[in-house]
């Protein structure tokens, strides 16, 4: 490894074409075990099928601090039918990024996981406690074979782990001429959900008003008018005073009134496209993404089924969501939950003052901020097991490039400046880890 830049090696991982579905992991988990194999790291390879493989390391530490967990998946979403300047699964280098499907979500973390526990090996270092590397497959597909199958069936191997770190946080955020760097500590939890509108049926040949489809588009155009109601959760507030306090009038002043409920909508109407990312975290949301119903042009359908991408804020039920979409609704719709996916539920904060310090070691105007994202982790299988997340990949960016842009899309790339930070962040954190 000694010999390896980060950078090669993330060329390697982005190699390992494990666009998921069908993922194909297994070829890119076990180069990572060859790889710490020969730095003298044992790993643990895990898996229900033999091409769907995870992968579980330790650098032991001396016992004195319980063991901290570094999670990152190596699976990808698909790339095809995208323009890609540079072809995404060659790992090509050029302009000072490396180009490729996974850069930033998430080979480029894992590189840099990997590189700072293979730092911390070659030096000899013996942390306070262990460091488990954890690298999993299948994030991308609700974690089947990954996260959730190592949780359920492993649950000893992350025993007395309190913390750990994944994705999503501690890359630069520029707002208001400020440098942010976001630290999720909070996700919201998935549920699905489907109203079954029904209306009367009958012959396409005579007219029927109000039926199923006319309730169906009032229905809709309902939703898009209206929002479910204001929550105010810790973790929203926690993110909101952060940012508020460390920026300008009047910005610090709309921010804030987010925060009041009476005020909320009103501000993010407001703000249109600049409060877009603030929304989904102030409510329960729905999105209707399947529509199902009739079958033949003359028969007119006495029941229309609509299937809803529902998001719930962190400490909420999914009786609450259905609740506020009933009232919103209508009572006399049917609603019915298709699938709920428990998230984590209590904020634990006691790692993100170090991650903080760490950030800003690196980066002198860094404002590390908790962060709440609208998606989902693999955090929410670790967090069954009492294990806090904090999101922190560590990414200095500079402004020609948006993360949030660049994920999932054509042109994925990462600054080899930005892996070269990471990598020392997450060897800082190993060093400094006091539990
Ligand atoms: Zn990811």
Redesign the pocket.
């Known amino acids: 490894m000694e010999c390896m830049k980060i950078e090669e090696l993330l060329q390697k991982l982005i190699r390992f074409n494990t666009t998921n579905p069908p993922g194909n992991e297994a070829e890119c988990i076990m180069y990572i075990h060859e790889l710490l194999k020969g730095a003298g790291i044992d790993s643990l390879i895990l898996g229900d099928k033999g091409e769907r493989l995870n992968l579980i390391a330790r650098l032991e530490g001396n016992g004195s601090k319980p063991p901290l967990l570094m999670y990152g ?1 190596v699976d990808v979403v698909i790339a095809a039918d995208q323009a890609w300047q540079h072809p995404p699964f060659e790992g090509v280098i050029e302009d000072g990024y490396v180009w490729g499907r996974g850069a930033l ?2 080979k480029g973390a894992v590189a840099m996981m990997i590189s700072a526990v293979l730092r911390a090996k070659s030096e000899g270092f013996i942390p306070s406690g262990d460091i488990v590397l954890c690298i999993v497959c299948d ?2 597909n609700d974690g089947i074979y990954g996260a959730k199958y190592i949780v359920d069936n492993y649950p000893d191997l992350f025993k007395n782990i309190k913390y750990a770190i994944g ?2 946080g501690g890359f630069t955020m520029p707002i208001g001429g400020k440098r942010f760097y976001p630290i999720m500590v909070a996700e919201k939890q998935r549920c699905a959900i489907r109203a079954t509108v029904k209306g009367q049926g009958g012959h396409g040949s005579m007219p029927v008003k109000d039926g199923a489809m006319a309730k169906l588009g009032e229905l809709l155009a309902r939703l898009n008018r209206s929002r479910l109601p204001v929550h105010i959760t810790s973790s929203a507030k926690m993110m909101l005073q952060a940012l508020s306090s460390n920026l300008g009038f009047p910005t610090n002043i709309v921010l804030k009134s987010l925060l009041n409920p009476v005020l909320t909508d009103k501000v993010l109407d407001l703000l249109g496209d600049k409060g877009r990312m603030f929304d989904p975290v102030l409510h329960n949301t729905v999105n209707a993404t399947i529509v199902r119903g009739g079958e033949k042009i003359n028969v007119i359908p006495g029941e229309i089924r609509l299937d809803f991408d529902g998001r719930i804020l962190p400490g909420f039920a999914p009786e609450d969501i259905m609740d506020e979409l009933s009232k919103l609704i209508g009572r006399d719709i049917e609603l019915q939950i298709l699938s709920y996916d428990r998230g984590p539920e209590r904020i634990d904060m006691g790692m993100f003052e170090i991650l903080g310090s760490i950030l800003r070691a690196g980066d002198r105007e860094a404002i590390p901020i908790p962060f709440i994202v609208s998606g989902v ?1 693999d955090a929410r299988f670790f967090s069954k097991l009492g294990i806090q997340t904090y999101g922190f990949t560590p990414m200095i960016l500079k402004n020609d490039i948006d993360f949030s842009r660049l994920i999932h899309s054509a042109d994925e790339r990462i600054p080899v400046e930005a892996l070269d930070f990471g990598a020392e962040s997450i060897y800082k954190l190993i060093v400094g880890y006091d539990g």
Request: charged share 50%; proline share 0%.
């Open positions: 998946h979500d998430m994030e991308e994705e999503i982790t």
